[in-house]
């Protein structure tokens, strides 16, 4: 059912585009009720505007705090057309309806952001009008257009202008439902900030704003549909990929550049080879199956790389997810077309590269652009009726804070084994081991029960010489079993955390195979 809108309150804050918006409404014979600053900025381009006060009959008073919250104004907006009763009551006390609603409001989430706001000024920023008419324009959508995101203005005057000045129902609800979402998130951002930051001093007198707890006591998620994905986990799964709102980089945000539609594990083993390769400064290329590395190498080229990488457990690399920390070229490309791959992400790709690439048209080709690196902020993991939250593990280890614990000092060429080896184990599911070089992984020993078996099923899977490579244990080994039988597989150094009860053990055990042992003091468990 369409509606034909002749009277529009405009009062927004982000004055984007209203100029353009309110001249066009005027164009179609819609008269305009405005306040405050937006009602000036609309009169300065000449546009006819009645003031809000005019309205009610009333001025703005306690420095605007109060200048929409009245029976005048929400008489217009609530009152349902067809309901012959509602409209004997607006004409009996002279309330004019109002159509649409255009609004946006206080900046209450930049505020708080600004680590120089008093208390006064962030309370100062939540909007109350705003808000009002939000939700009562939205509640009353059947007969009432309500319009708070400037990317929709111009959307909205198209459909008026293809109508005559109408809107349909199907319009008027989609923006009904933004209103409510734009609303609802506004206002988890001001209890998030009452019961986080908003605290009393030692007084009880004084108001004082509180750095942002790591670990807030209240946290509130909005999430917003990006889009389908091909299947969950599994095929008889539906899934969905949804973005943080205020987020607007990282793998989520990946552009697709070809290929087939993505599925759940292609996202996950996505943002799992994305994260690996973004620990490296120097060109690498990660290569991950289920979230584990099965290949990774660094090099001067990215072609040398890939094939360094690919060389790490090529039958595992099939049908694996590629990663790079850099821009893609055409011979690292036409490289990679020889060999089944599922997905590849990047920073970007040169012409080349993409010709390369389009003649394995169901490859799935991901753009990340220009990236801050190493993810901040929390991560989650989903329990049965709830969340788990914890810090992200950011840490990358600096060579000095390697202490060597073994009678044996590790050699140059060890120790960078050592720190790649480290730097690669953190991101392989726990219980986890790698055998490696300096920049090249040999092999894997992921997600095991036992931490002994992590280190036999990596020397069973690799395929590169194990003579002379180190071994990186994401824990402490608690019995000496694990370095015997690293030592027996070829390995003359090992990376670990330490800790365990066991310590002198494992390390009488290192002295007496004649390997060097380090221990980092940080723990890497990937459950």
Not at 392 to 402: S, W
Not at 415 to 433: D, E, P, R, Y
Not at 446 to 452: D, E, H
Not at 494 to 500: E, M, N
Request: aromatic residues 6%.
């Amino acid at each position: 059912m369409e509606r034909k809108i002749r009277s529009a309150l405009i009062s927004v804050y982000d004055k984007r585009g209203v100029i353009e918006l309110a001249q066009g409404l005027h164009q179609l014979g819609v008269a305009i009720i405005s306040t405050g600053g937006t009602a000036r900025v609309l009169q300065q381009q000449g546009i006819p505007v009645r003031d809000v006060s005019e309205v009610t009959g009333f001025p703005e008073i306690l420095d605007g705090r109060v200048k929409t919250l009245h029976p005048r104004i929400h008489g217009g907006l609530l009152a349902v057309r067809e309901n012959q009763a509602h409209r004997q009551q607006v004409a009996e006390h002279g309330i004019p309806l109002i159509d649409m609603v255009v609004v946006n409001l206080y900046p209450f989430v930049q505020t708080i952001a600004d680590p120089g706001a008093t208390v006064q000024a962030i309370i100062e920023n939540i909007d109350i009008g705003g808000p009002t008419l939000i939700r009562a324009a939205a509640k009353n959508f059947h007969d009432v257009a309500v319009v708070v995101d400037p990317n929709d203005y111009q959307m909205v005057l198209n459909e008026m202008r293809r109508s005559e000045g109408g809107l349909r129902l199907s319009t008027r609800l989609a923006l009904a439902r933004k209103a409510f979402a734009h609303t609802a998130e506004y206002d988890a951002a001001i209890a998030d900030f009452f019961t986080n930051r908003l605290v009393l001093d030692e007084t009880g007198k004084r108001l004082t704003v509180g750095e942002p707890s790591v670990l807030p006591a209240r946290y509130s998620l909005t999430l917003h549909k990006r889009q389908d994905v091909r299947y969950g986990e599994n095929p008889h799964q539906q899934a969905a990929l949804y973005h943080l709102s205020g987020e607007s980089v990282g793998v989520a945000f990946a552009e697709q550049l070809q290929g087939k539609e993505l599925s759940f594990n292609n996202f996950l083993d996505l943002d799992a080879a994305w994260n690996l390769a973004n620990e490296f400064e120097e060109p690498v290329c990660a290569i991950i199956k289920h979230t584990n590395p099965c290949g990774v190498a660094t090099a001067e080229t990215l072609l040398e790389a890939y094939t360094k990488a690919r060389a790490t457990d090529p039958v595992s690399a099939f049908g694996g997810i590629i990663a790079f920390n850099r821009r893609v070229d055409g011979e690292t490309a036409n490289e990679i077309t020889k060999m089944f791959v599922e997905a590849i992400i990047a920073p970007d790709y040169d012409r080349a590269a993409l010709e390369a690439l389009a003649r394995k048209k169901n490859v799935r080709v991901m753009r990340m652009g220009e990236t801050d690196g190493v993810p901040q902020g929390l991560d989650w993991k989903r329990i049965t009726g709830g969340l788990l939250l914890q810090t992200r593990d950011v840490h990358q280890l600096r060579r000095e804070e390697v202490r060597v614990v073994s009678e044996r000092q590790p050699t140059e060429e060890e120790m960078k084994g050592l720190l790649f080896a480290w730097t690669v184990c953190k991101h392989v599911k726990s219980n986890a081991i790698v055998f490696a070089r300096p920049g090249q992984l040999v092999g894997v020993g992921a997600g095991q029960m036992s931490r002994v078996d992590a280190v036999k099923l990596a020397a069973m899977k690799a395929v590169l010489p194990l003579e002379g490579t180190v071994v990186a244990s994401d824990a402490f080994f608690p019995f000496r079993d694990g370095v015997d039988e690293a030592v027996k597989a070829g390995a003359t150094a090992i990376i670990q955390p330490g800790g365990s009860i066991r310590d002198e053990e494992v390390i009488a055990a290192a002295n007496e195979h004649g390997v060097a042992m380090v221990f980092t003091g940080i723990r890497h468990f990937r459950h």
